[in-house]
């Protein structure tokens, strides 16, 4: 037997042993971090639905049994070349995708939801998920000193190997995402997997007693060194000249914007590829049609002194109804970046519980009697369909008062793909005796619809309205099927499959909007 092949009947030393074990714990870290921050590079594009996630696990799983594959061929047949180099061409590939994310997104854009969502993740991810698949195989055969410990190295890799991926997602989730942003843990993985190439084939070249084995991982390290800057530079927001950016801040749950476009006097507030809130830059007022709608909703019922509004958006809902009727609102939304650029950027200022959290959590805490809910989460390009069933509605019914209303702002078309008004409605029927829908803008087909929820009917008619406003709202009346469509639940709930047209349109929309060079990171 030769220096250069492994001897199953010479144990391996214990140093080798600790880089081996030091190796798929940091490999394992490194797979999940690139799986679980590539939702948060696409998700500004295609939005964070279930075909986003089915797409990435999809190729994870792909990657990693086509690296398990080559890797137990690889590490059977190869001699000078091993470990290190398998690490290094992964880091190089993780360094590789901040870099190409905006050009991948661009060119499967044509594809559609599903499709783009997949192909994306798989030009994306696959190369350097794969490459630390190898890992898995080359550890096993390499502390493997005996046929009949086979069992035993395998275990214990691929358990330590499944530790890494634990710890790197706590760490990833608990802390490294709070504080820096996802290109820039990209960059500092494949920094990592760079240095871990170098020792490893430090090690490699005392072990297969070869001077040369080491040198592919430092030529793969000198390339990544010089592409390292315009990696960098391909995540920086570039110059526009009709777009000021104000606030740009990645958090847990979306990419956080604050956008003014002076020649429209326009103030938009965004989360990943929604527009959640727009104002005016001169005087402030909200500039979304819909809002319009529902800041007549007191008038409907007069009295109405206590709010909830589930979704804060730009903040100027609860301005309205404090303002114009004295209601005291409280306000649920899930991200701390939105709620704190509400009260920076659009002079959001609280009259009741300002609850930052997950709204199904949330609920099951509050106690009753809102007069009024307004829900309004479902605008974007990806829609929290959990916010929107049987089960969620009667939770919300139970916070309201006997003559309280539910208004729920729902996007999409008004004619021709109406599967999804009809569902809306048809749930909301599970729950609720009485149903209005308003259309926002009554001449155009991709719209706002606010549907009005209660046990009592709906009189817009109402002496608090004048003759004006009775006749806005009567020509914004949309006819709701309410036998036609699905009834969403826990357990059944296709809302993201009967909105992919919706989110593709949503999507173009801001592409039109914003350009690619404001849109996409």
Known sequence: MTTNTISLQHPISPIIKIALFMTVFISGSVVMVIELLGTRLIAPFYGTSLYVWSSLISVTMIALALGYFIGGRWSDSAKRTGLSLIIAVAALFTLFIPWLTRPVLLATD?????????????????????MLGMVGPFAIKLSTTALDKIGNSSGTIYAV??????????TLGLYLFPLIGSREILIGASGLLFVLALAIGIVERKYLQSASVVWPSIVLVVIGLGLLPSVVKAGQMRP???????????????????????????RLLTSDGSAIGASSISHGDSQLSYQDIVGLIPALRPKMTRALIIGLGAGHMAKVLNERYGMIVDTLEIDPLVAQAAVDYFDFKPTGKAIVGDARYEIRHLTGNYDLIIHDCFTGGSEPAHLLTVETLNQLRGLLSQQGILAVNFVAFASGKQSALNTVGKTL???FEQQTTFISEPNK??????FLASAEPVDIHNEQLNRGQQAWLQNRLFPINTQDGLILTDNFNPLEHLQIAKAEKYRHFLLDLFGEELFIR
């Open 110 to 130: 044509s594809l559609g939801l599903r499709s783009g969502a997949f192909v994306s993740a798989f030009i994306l991810f696959l190369p350097s998920l794969m």
């Open 161 to 170: 190997s499944t530790l890494g991926s634990v710890i790197g997602t706590l």
């Open 240 to 266: 526009n000249d009709k777009f000021q950016v104000h606030f740009a801040q990645e958090s847990l749950y979306g990419w956080v914007r604050v956008i003014d476009q002076p020649a429209k006097d326009l």
């Open 429 to 431: 029927a599970q729950v």
């Open 445 to 450: 087909d991709f719209n706002d619809f606010i």
